[in-house]
C-alpha cells in the first residue's frame, strides 16, 4: 500500500479522508451466544484447521445501505477438536453456520468472543481430515467509511468499494483473516444489471436475474491472503489500456462515470511501468488482468493483485489540469502498487512482523523503476531526500524497528509507517550498493521464484541473498574477488539484521591523522537521538561504510563494515587526503559528524568561494562533491543542530551558501533548514529572518517567476515549486504575494484563465497571507465547486491562511456540515506549522474530541493526538498527555500515536532551548 503513505505516507496526518463516518455494530443472530466459555487466542488464529479454498457468493446494491453473502470455505482439519476458531467483527451478523464433513452436516453454536473472533462450538470433537464450513451472513454499507465493505458517492452516483488491509476482510464476512492462510477465492457477485462489478480476477460469465439484477461470476484466483481481496460494484467508466508485459497483459483504468477523459495519463504509462517490473526481476506479471481503478476519498493507494485502487485525485488527471508534479506522483505511486504484484502479491509476507518484505521492497522497487522509466526527474536524487526524510522519522526514542514484534492489534496498525516504507527502503538501497546491483536482484529473484504463490520470511529473503554471494564466489575470477564475496556471504545476514531488528540509526564521527606517510581515519558510531530524549542507547549496528578520499587528484574508495563502537581505518594509497567522503555517493543509512579539520575540507569543496578553484576535483573538471553528497551534507549538518552538536550559526551560514548552488535537490534541502525557524525567534527577529529569506533564495526565484513558461524542463518547474513557496510563505515577499494574490483571484473568475502548475503555487502563497476577503471568495468557490480534485485544491488554500481569526475561522468549518468532513480535515490540520496558529488545532480536539469521533470512521479517536503535534513546551505536553492520554488510546493504534506526539514535543521544547539564542543570534 502506497499512502500518500507515499506520498504520501509521512504526509498528511495519517490519511484523514479514510476517515469518515462511525462503524456500527449489528446485534448478534438468534444463533449467535455472547461470552467466552473457553480460552480465545490473543492474537494469531491456532492452526487446528487450515483453510484450502473459499467461494465468496455476495449480493450488492451501491443504492442500499445492507449487504447479504455466503461464505463456503474448504477446511483441512489439523487436529481433533470441537471448535473451529475464525475472525468476523461485530460489523457483520452471522445468520446460519453449517460444517460439511463427507455426506454430513452439523450446526455448530456460533459464541462471539472479544470484538473480532467468533468460536464455532460443536458437540464432540471433529475428526481430522477436509471439510466444508458455510456460513451467511448479513451486514451493512456505510458511507465514505474508508476499510472493509463501503460505499462512495460522487454527484448523484453511489459505489462499492473494499479494503481490507491489514485486518478489516474480518468485518465484511467471516474468515480466517491472517496473510499466513493464502489460499484461492472464487467470487460471485449479484448486482444491478446496469452496473459494472469487478474483483481481482476476471469475470468469466454473467446472466440476468430478477429484480433487474444479475449474476456475475468471476475466474478463481491464485492463492491470495483475505487482505489483497477485493471488489467494487457501480456505473464506472472502463477506458482500455492496451496491453504490456511478456504475456500480453489486457490494463484497462476504471474511472467514475463521466470522467473517462481524465485516464489518459495512467493508460499511456501503466503498460511501461508494468514492462519495466517484468524486466527487472526476470518474472512475469503474475496474474490475469490489470485493472487500475478510482476511489473517491481515498489518499493513497492499494495493491490488490489484477484490481489496484487509488484515490481519485491520483489516476483521474485532467488533461488540462495536468502537472510535472501530478505526472510524477502517479507514476511513483503505481510503480509501487506494480511492484507489490511481485513484493506482497506473489510472495507475501508471512505475518505483519514481516511487513517490510512487501512496503520496505515495494519502496525500494519504486524508485529503482521511477529513475528508469523517467531519468529526467532525477531519482537517483529524489532518493537521498527521502533518505534524510527517513532518518528523520527514525530519531525518536519510541521508533519502531523495521521488523517490530507484533503482540497485538495497535502493533499490527501502527506498523504501516514511515519506518516500514521509507526506513526499510533506504536501509535495502544501502545493502544493495555494498552487495552489488547484479547480486542483489538475482537474489531477489531467487527469493520470488523459490517462494511463489505462498509466505516468506526475512530469513528466506537474506538466506537468498547470502547464497547468490556464496555462489558468484564460486566463478570469481581472482582469489581476491573470492574471498571478497565469501566474506559478504558471512557478513550479510548480521549487518542486514542490525538494522531490521534495532530501531533508530547510527550517527558515525569520524577523523582523520597523518603521520609517516600513513592516513588514518578514526570512525565511532552511537544512535542518533535528538535533544529532549533521556535515555542511553545500546543500539551497535553493523554500518557498511563506504569511503572516498582523494589526495591530489587521486581519487580512492574502499567500503567495510563497521561492527564495533571504534575503528581505525588505514587509507590505502594516499599519504594524507585532500578530502574525506564518509559516506560516498550518500547511499549509507547513516548520519556523518566529521572533525573540524574534514567538515571545513568538504564544505570548501562542496560550496566554494568564488575563484578558489576548490570545488572541482582535479584532473576531471567534475564536482569534487557529487550532488547527492551535497545534499548529504547539508542534510547531516541539519541533523546535528538538532541533537545540539553543532551551533546554528555554523548551518545556518553553510545553507546560505548552498542556496546558489544550481541544483533543485541541494537548493531544496538548503531551502528545509531555514523552513520553521520563525517559530523559534522573537518576534523582534521576524523581519530580519524573512529579509534573509528573500535575500538569499529571492534572486533564483526571481530569476524563475511565478508563471510557468511552455516547454519549461521539469526540474525547472519543480525548483520554482520550492522557492516560490519559501520566499513567498516564509520570506513573505510583498511582490510575490500581490502577484500571487491577482492570479489567485484572477482563476477563481476563470478556471482556465492561469495554467495548473502556477495556480497551485499562487493559491499557496496568497492564501497564506491572504486576508478574510480572499478567505471567503475561497470558500464560496469550495462550496460551489463539483469537481472533487479542484475542490480539494480549494480546501487545502482554506487551510493555509496563517491569520489567527482566519485559521479558526477554517477549523470550525469541519464540524459545521456545510464541507464532507473527510475532504474538510485539511482545514484543521493545516494551522499547526504556524507560529501563531500551532494550538488552534489541539485546542478544537480538547473542545470538540468527543463529537470528532462520532463523525469520524473507526478508531479516527486514536489520529487525533497528532493534532497536538504544534506544541512546544513543558507545559503543553503535560496538557497533551492529561487530556490525550485517556481518550486517544482507547483506539487501535493509538497508544503508539500518542507516545511519538509527546516526544516530538519534548524534542521542539529542548530544541527551542539549546538553540534559540544561536538562531537569533544568526539573523540579528
Not at 23 to 48: D, N
Request: hydrophobic share 40%; glycine share 8%; aromatic share 8%.
Amino acid at each position: 500500500m502506497k499512502s500518500c503513505r507515499h506520498v504520501l505516507w509521512s504526509a498528511s496526518v495519517m490519511m484523514w479522508s479514510a476517515l469518515l463516518s462511525p462503524a456500527f455494530a449489528a446485534a448478534p443472530s438468534p444463533a449467535a451466544v455472547s461470552g467466552p466459555a473457553a480460552p480465545s487466542p490473543t492474537l494469531r488464529l491456532p492452526r487446528t484447521v487450515i483453510p484450502q479454498r473459499y467461494a465468496l457468493d455476495l449480493s450488492l446494491r451501491p443504492s442500499d445501505d445492507v449487504y447479504q453473502g455466503q461464505v463456503e470455505v474448504a477446511v483441512q482439519i489439523e487436529e481433533a477438536s470441537d471448535v473451529i476458531w475464525l475472525h468476523a467483527g461485530r460489523e457483520i451478523s452471522i445468520e446460519q453456520t453449517t460444517l460439511t464433513i463427507g455426506s454430513t452436516a452439523q450446526s455448530p453454536r456460533v459464541e462471539l468472543v472479544g470484538k473480532d473472533l467468533v468460536a464455532l462450538r460443536f458437540a464432540k470433537p471433529l475428526p481430522k481430515g477436509s471439510a466444508k464450513l458455510t456460513l451467511r451472513f448479513k451486514g451493512k454499507l456505510p458511507l465514505a467509511e474508508g476499510s472493509s465493505i463501503y460505499r462512495e458517492r460522487d454527484g448523484s452516483d453511489f459505489y462499492i468499494y473494499s479494503h481490507f488491509e491489514p485486518i478489516d476482510a474480518r468485518r465484511a464476512f467471516p474468515c480466517f483473516d491472517e496473510p499466513g492462510f493464502k489460499v484461492p477465492w472464487q467470487v460471485t457477485m449479484h448486482v444491478p444489471k446496469e452496473q459494472v462489478a469487478l474483483t481481482n480476477a476476471p469475470m468469466v460469465s454473467q446472466q440476468e436475474e430478477a429484480n433487474g439484477m444479475k449474476k456475475v461470476v468471476f475466474k478463481e484466483t491464485p492463492p491470495l491472503p483475505s487482505y489483497l481481496l477485493t471488489f467494487a460494484v457501480g456505473p464506472f467508466g472502463l477506458v482500455d489500456a492496451g496491453s504490456a508485459g511478456k504475456k500480453n497483459t489486457p490494463i484497462r483504468i476504471v474511472t467514475l462515470r463521466g470522467h473517462e477523459k481524465e485516464a489518459a495519463y495512467a493508460a499511456k504509462v501503466s503498460g511501461t511501468l508494468l514492462s519495466l517490473l517484468e524486466d527487472y526481476f526476470g518474472i512475469p506479471y503474475p496474474y490475469d488482468k490489470l485493472d487500475q481503478i478510482a476511489v473517491p476519498g481515498q489518499r493513497g493507494a492499494m495493491e490488490h493483485p489484477g484490481l489496484i485502487t487509488y484515490g481519485q485525485w491520483l489516476i483521474q488527471i485532467k488533461p488540462e489540469e495536468e502537472t510535472v508534479r501530478g505526472r510524477q506522483i502517479f507514476s511513483t505511486v503505481a510503480a509501487h502498487e506494480l511492484g507489490h504484484q511481485w513484493a506482497g502479491n506473489l510472495v507475501t509476507l508471512s505475518f505483519w512482523d514481516e511487513l517490510w518484505l512487501n512496503e520496505s521492497l515495494a519502496t525500494f522497487l519504486e524508485s529503482k523503476i521511477i529513475g528508469r522509466f523517467e531519468p529526467k526527474w532525477r531519482e537517483e536524487q529524489n532518493r537521498v531526500q527521502r533518505r534524510q526524510n527517513a532518518m528523520n522519522a527514525d530519531s525518536l526514542l519510541s521508533a519502531r524497528k523495521i521488523r517490530q514484534p507484533i503482540e497485538s492489534s495497535d502493533d499490527i496498525v501502527n506498523a504501516f509507517d514511515g519506518i516500514t516504507y521509507a526506513k526499510g527502503g533506504s536501509v535495502l538501497e544501502m545493502f544493495e550498493s555494498w552487495m552489488g546491483e547484479s547480486l542483489f536482484i538475482s537474489g531477489l529473484s531467487r527469493y520470488m521464484r523459490d517462494h511463489a504463490h505462498r509466505n516468506g520470511n526475512a530469513q528466506d529473503l537474506i538466506g537468498a541473498w547470502t547464497q547468490e554471494l556464496a555462489d558468484a564466489a564460486t566463478k570469481a575470477k581472482t582469489p581476491a574477488e573470492a574471498e571478497e564475496l565469501k566474506r559478504k556471504s558471512s557478513q550479510l545476514a548480521p549487518a542486514i539484521q542490525s538494522f531490521l531488528d534495532q530501531p533508530g540509526l547510527p550517527l558515525v564521527s569520524a577523523s582523520l591523522a597523518c603521520d609517516k606517510g600513513v592516513a588514518t581515519l578514526s570512525l565511532a558510531q552511537t544512535r542518533y537521538l535528538p535533544l529532549g530524549t533521556v535515555a542511553e542507547s545500546q543500539e551497535i549496528y553493523q554500518v557498511p561504510v563506504c569511503l572516498r578520499y582523494s589526495e591530489k587528484g587521486n581519487e580512492q574508495r574502499i567500503c567495510k563494515i563497521l561492527d564495533g563502537k571504534q575503528a581505525q581505518w588505514t587509507l590505502p594509497k594516499v599519504a594524507c587526503p585532500d578530502y574525506v567522503v564518509v559516506n560516498a555517493d550518500a547511499l549509507g543509512y547513516y548520519r556523518v559528524q566529521y572533525s573540524p579539520q574534514l567538515l571545513s575540507a568538504l564544505t570548501e569543496r562542496a560550496f566554494p568561494t568564488k575563484g578558489s578553484g576548490k570545488g572541482v576535483a582535479k584532473g576531471t573538471g567534475q564536482r569534487a562533491l557529487s550532488e547527492t553528497e551535497r545534499v548529504a551534507l547539508i542534510g547531516d549538518q541539519a541533523a546535528l543542530l538538532r541533537v545540539g552538536r553543532v551551533p546554528a550559526e555554523s548551518v545556518l551560514s553553510l545553507a546560505t551558501a548552498a542556496a546558489s548552488d544550481e541544483s533543485r535537490h541541494v537548493v531544496g534541502i538548503a531551502a528545509g533548514v531555514f523552513a520553521g525557524l520563525e517559530r523559534v525567534l522573537p518576534e523582534a527577529q521576524q523581519l530580519a529572518y524573512q529579509k534573509h529569506i528573500v535575500a538569499t533564495f529571492g534572486r533564483k526565484q526571481k530569476e524563475l517567476g511565478l508563471v510557468a513558461k511552455p516547454k519549461e524542463d521539469d526540474n525547472v518547474r519543480l525548483l520554482r515549486s520550492v522557492l516560490v513557496r519559501l520566499v513567498g510563505g516564509e520570506g513573505a515577499d510583498r511582490a510575490l504575494i500581490e502577484e500571487a494574490t491577482a492570479l489567485c483571484r484572477k482563476w477563481l473568475g476563470n478556471r482556465s484563465a492561469v495554467d495548473p502548475e502556477t495556480v497551485r503555487l499562487a493559491l499557496a502563497v496568497a492564501s497564506e497571507h491572504g486576508d478574510a476577503t480572499l478567505f471567503d471568495a475561497l470558500l464560496q468557490a469550495a462550496k460551489a465547486e463539483p469537481d472533487r480534485n479542484q475542490r480539494t485544491l480549494l480546501l487545502g488554500a482554506l487551510g493555509s491562511f496563517r491569520n489567527p481569526q482566519l485559521a479558526q475561522k477554517g477549523i470550525d468549518l469541519v464540524l459545521k456540515g456545510d464541507l464532507a468532513i473527510s475532504e474538510a480535515m485539511p482545514l484543521l490540520w493545516g494551522p499547526i506549522g504556524y507560529a501563531k496558529t500551532r494550538r488552534l488545532p489541539f485546542d478544537f480536539v480538547k473542545a470538540h474530541f468527543d463529537e470528532l469521533v462520532a463523525k469520524l470512521p473507526k478508531d479516527a479517536g486514536a489520529r487525533l493526538s497528532a493534532m497536538a503535534g504544534g506544541l512546544c513546551s513543558e507545559a503543553e505536553r503535560a496538557e497533551a498527555e492529561s487530556f490525550l492520554g485517556s481518550r486517544s488510546t482507547k483506539y487501535t493504534g493509538g497508544p503508539r500515536i500518542l507516545k511519538q506526539t509527546i516526544e516530538r514535543i519534548n524534542q521542539c521544547a529542548a530544541f527551542e532551548k539549546a538553540q534559540a539564542a544561536s538562531i537569533t543570534a544568526f539573523f540579528r
